[in-house]
């Protein structure tokens, strides 16, 4: 079946430090990826997506680039913000309705 | 923008109880849908809704049941709460079942069975 895998929390960097998080999944056909980022209290926000391979979606300086010969789709920021702390979920959807399914989300701390 | 508004941000309620989640959204969308969030779980699919008055089974849609008699809204049920049922709700609508189209979800409500 279809599933996402994503690198375990917590992240832990100091302001300006680079940041990865790992994600691969598994999907039969060919879905569309996204990252959310939830903070403290909130729901989830779309960061960002694409919808094919070789895509790059881009927000707010973070970046993930939809691999399909790796099955991977990695988030990454040049220099983080503390207001970046939050937690970050991959997820895809293969159509028919839409349906997402999630990453277990990574937790990402960043300290002054 | 699109907003999706649950009716509370916390409830606590009783082993047994019936308990009412409701969820509106403003954009028209035709497909809501109900996730539980967990610890170390991620968000898991309960229910959700592709139109008015239909509804598909999610990944752990038991003990649970959904309405929707309006388009913009979406009422999930716990028939019988128990204290299993513990956990962060959170609501999403998107515009259609077009995979390219992404979720907007609610602020979520965090619901405690006592």
């Known amino acids: 079946g279809n599933s996402v895998t994503q690198m375990e929390g917590p992240v832990t960097l100091s302001e300006e430090a680079f940041l990865t998080i790992n994600c691969t999944y598994t999907?039969?056909?060919?879905?569309?990826l996204f990252w959310y980022v939830q903070y403290p209290g909130e729901g989830l926000q779309l960061l960002l997506k694409?919808?094919?391979?070789?895509d790059k979606g881009s927000n707010k300086g973070f970046e993930a680039t939809y691999r399909k010969e790796t099955t991977s789709f990695h988030l990454e920021k040049g220099s983080v913000q503390v207001s970046d702390s939050a937690v970050y979920f991959c997820?895809?959807?293969?159509?028919?309705?839409?349906?997402?399914?999630f990453g277990a989300g990574t937790r990402l701390a960043v300290h002054p | 923008d699109v907003k999706v508004t649950q009716s509370s941000r916390y409830l606590v309620k009783r082993t047994g109880e019936k308990v009412f989640l409701e969820c509106v959204q403003d954009?028209?969308?035709?497909?809501m849908f109900w996730y539980r969030q967990d610890p170390g779980l991620g968000l898991r699919l309960i229910y959700f809704?592709?139109?008015?008055?239909?509804?598909e089974k999610g990944d752990i849609p038991e003990g649970y049941s959904v309405s929707r008699e309006k388009k913009e809204r979406f009422s999930l049920i716990l028939e019988s709460a128990s204290t299993n049922q513990t956990s962060m709700y959170l609501c999403?609508?998107?515009?259609?079942?077009?995979?390219?189209?992404?979720?907007?979800f609610g602020d979520g409500t965090r619901l405690s069975i006592l």
């Open positions: 809704s592709y139109d008015v008055k239909m509804k």
């Open positions: 999403a609508s998107s515009l259609d079942g077009n995979s390219n189209q992404p979720q907007h």
């Open positions: 694409a919808t094919k391979a070789d």
């Open positions: 997820a895809l959807s293969t159509g028919g309705y839409n349906k997402l399914i």
């Open positions: 954009m028209d969308h035709e497909n």
């Open positions: 999907a039969t056909g060919y879905p569309s």
